[in-house]
T-cell receptor, first 112, second 112 residues
């Protein structure tokens, strides 16, 4: 079945470090891909998305590129801040089905 | 309100009791989704409504779980004869058809 695999955390970085959180997916067809973020004590929010191959989603300095050849959607940020500390979820949606399939989440800690 | 609201925010119940969880979607959103977030399983899809009908109930874990939606708006997720493994955060999301899903803050259910 369809699934999303992302690197396990927690990931701990110093402020201003470069961030990569790996995500790969298994799905038939052409799913849309997402990164969601859950800040401490808050609800789940969409961070960025890409709907077709080679699309790049970006928001708040984060980027991810939809790579169909490697079935990947890695999240990157050039310089992280303490305020980026959160749990990040990679996800896919089969456009016909509408439901979102999530990875297990990666907890990110940024140290000042 | 502007966002998806859920009630109660926290629910503690005894094993074997029934519980009802409520979701108020964003006004005008035709699609409504229930997900469950638990430590062992991550974020799992439960059920999806388009209007008042549920074309996809594939994620409901057992026949103890049911959901309904009335008037194309409020939805109730009911868990009968709760078990300890039902303890989780239950998230509701709404969207326009195949649009971005907006998540509520969740209901934390604890079954003693």
């Amino acid at each position: 079945g369809d699934s999303v695999t992302q690197m396990e955390g927690p990931v701990t970085l110093s402020e201003e470090a470069f961030l990569t959180i790996n995500c790969t997916y298994t799905a038939t067809g052409y799913p849309s891909l997402f990164w969601y973020v859950q800040y401490p004590g808050e609800g789940l929010q969409l961070l960025l998305k890409a709907t077709k191959a080679d699309d790049k989603g970006s928001n708040k300095g984060f980027e991810a590129t939809y790579r169909k050849e490697t079935t990947s959607f890695h999240l990157e940020k050039g310089s992280v801040q303490v305020s980026d500390s959160a749990v990040y979820f990679c996800a896919l949606m089969k456009n016909r089905d509408d439901k979102i399939i999530f990875g297990k989440g990666t907890r990110l800690h940024i140290l000042p | 309100g502007a966002g998806v609201s859920q009630s109660p925010s926290n629910k503690v119940t005894e094993k074997g009791k029934d519980v009802e969880l409520r979701c108020d979607p964003i006004s005008g959103h035709t699609a409504l989704y229930w997900y469950r977030q638990s430590l062992g399983q991550g974020l799992e899809f439960l059920i999806y409504f388009q209007g008042n009908s549920a074309p996809d109930k594939s994620g409901l874990p057992s026949d103890r779980f049911s959901a309904e939606r009335t008037g194309g708006s409020v939805s109730t997720l009911t868990i009968q004869r709760t078990q300890q493994e039902d303890s989780a955060v239950y998230l509701c999301a709404s969207s326009l058809r195949q649009g971005e899903q907006f998540f509520g803050p969740g209901t934390r259910l604890t079954v003693l």
